[in-house]
């Protein structure tokens, strides 16, 4: 079975994508206590100031998790409004 290039392609990209989300089991997210789900839908990642992107978008960057994505819905305890 051969697979169009295009296929391939958004398949990597998928896979790059979901491997870069930070595991919140990872030690850094640990410490941080992230979770995915924000217990206090007023305290969300995508409302904190260490958040890095659109706040319309499912994830985004933050400061404190370089080079892993975070979801705009999830939090940790060094929250800042
Ligand atoms: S500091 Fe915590 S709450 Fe703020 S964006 Fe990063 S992981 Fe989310």
Redesign the pocket.
Known sequence: MVLPLSNLTRQGVALAAESSK?DPESPA?KV?E?VHE?PNPL????D?????GSRTAKW?R????AGKL?NAR???????G
């Open positions: 930070v997210a941080l992230y924000s305290r969300r990642c995508a904190c100031q260490l958040f890095k985004g933050c400061a404190l998790l975070v999830g939090w940790c305890h060094s929250w800042s």
